[in-house]
């Protein structure tokens, strides 16, 4: 076990799954993450906070800006950053999950980002004892993708309640509505979960064989008829088409998905005024949105990949900043998630 | 946090003091800085926002200019962050024309051990370059441990380790007052 430089022993925190965070976490890490973001503003973007402090990008999944969001993040607070991917790497040669956390804890690394493509990898690295480090997921397999779904809300938060006037509040009563391939999708998951732990009512919009088995029980409602939703929208999701998830004809041709629900102008000239459309990205223009949409002022891809980056320093300030970490969903006691909140009084004479 | 003083805690500085004090220092920062004209005051949160605030009014009403003012805050600086769990962020907000080759005064409530003051140093030197920097508290209770002192102090106290120091001020706490008390217990860990 490690020891912070107080003597005080490390307690380790992890970020697995949206559905984990309390509504006050997920709050905190949107407000961490709006005073992160004017660190971008700055001459020069770096802060002390992670100094000494060993992260490892564990990709055993393709994924550009995931990882680079994730190591932007990093350097700008200081940390050493390790970038691990499988292609090349002794995984290629048959070693183990266990095996590969096994030399990284023996390296004394303090948290892993991790991306596989099998659902359930990153918990399995945090609670299997193999490894000390905290673990946050980068997306797992078709499960979740809790930073995503984070800065998801964190750009409709700021273009719904504005920067400052968003402080401190959650997304009671805006209507979300995510549109496509909900069945492949991590990212729909982690929204789901995290918009409906935030207050807000979320609008699932798909063909039906592209919606899971079970999301009836999902705290959210379904709908096959987006033209119907768009109206009543504050927000709008966009989800890729993961052809290359896809081993099955799911819909007839891309021209009928497409019209049935793809975005384009004339479909964005229902939605109300001040809505928003969002992709997660990457985009497949003329697939699920059109060119003249995507390129829109109201469209927020380039934002949302900004925006990453202040999730990202967020959620590694509030699990490694400290000697224990201020988002503590795997030990959730009303002591523990009581504290963070009172951080802001602060003694004067501790100063 | 605030009932633990409450009991023995007695007013060293009342309201009228407090808004005496800050005529005192605002006038002390223009005889100094020569018409402080290229002041910027930047307050640490929480109260020495509220303090740099006050002070820019007086400056304002004493200069007749606007004097740019904004806020610090030094929680990624610290040296003791990973003696505790992460504190929530409070706002850094830097005046428009920024603070290179400028005056800036830090303003905060107590002045103690110096670290925040410290901390306060490293956070400007990844924002600009001022042509000085100087230093604005309320109090300045002794016991440094670190090379620091203020260059505008609006009281000094002599205080014990056992004692604490409190300010509270009309915008977060309902009324403008500065506290001494007794510590019950001496916390482990805090020397």
Known sequence: MLSSPGGHPQTTGHLISAADLSRDDAVLILDTAEEMARVADRPIKKLPTLRGRTVVNLFFEDSTRTRISFEAAEKRLSADVINFTAKGSSVSKGESLKDTAQTLEAMGVDAVVIRHSASGAPFRLATSGWIDAAVINAGDGTHQHPTQALLDAFTMRRRLLGRDAGLGRDLAGRRITLVGDVLHSRVARSNVDLLHTLGADVTLVAPPTLLPVGVETWPCEVSYDLDRVLSKSDAVMMLRVQRERMNAAFFPTEREYSRRYGLDGDRMAKMPGHALVMHPGPMVRGMEITADVADSERCTAVEQVANGVSIRMAVLYLLLGGNEPAVTHTRPTAAETGRAGTAYAEDSEEK | ?191
Do not use: C, W
């Open chain 2, 1 to 191: 946090m605030d009932t633990k003083n409450s009991g023995a805690a007695r007013p060293v500085l009342e309201g009228p003091d407090i808004a005496r004090v800050l005529t005192r220092i605002a006038h002390e920062i223009v005889e100094r800085a020569k018409g402080a004209d290229d002041v910027v005051l930047l307050g640490i949160p929480t109260r020495g926002v509220f303090l740099a605030q006050r002070l820019a009014a007086k400056l304002d009403e004493i200069t007749g200019r606007s004097t740019p003012v904004g806020s610090l805050d030094i929680t990624m600086y610290r040296d003791d962050l990973r003696m505790h769990p992460p504190r929530a962020l409070a706002r850094t907000d830097i005046p428009g024309d920024g603070i290179d080759g400028r005056l800036v005064v830090l303003v905060d409530d107590v002045l103690f051990s110096g670290r925040t003051i410290r901390a306060a140093l490293d956070a400007l030197g990844d924002i600009g370059r001022p042509r000085a920097v100087q230093l604005a508290v309320l109090v300045d209770r002794g016991h440094r441990e670190l090379p620091i002192r203020a260059d505008y102090v609006g009281k000094n106290l002599p205080t014990s380790l056992r004692e604490t120091v409190k300010v509270q001020l009309a915008e977060e706490d309902g009324r403008d007052t500065v506290l001494l008390g007794d510590k019950p217990t001496v916390p482990a860990g805090e020397q």
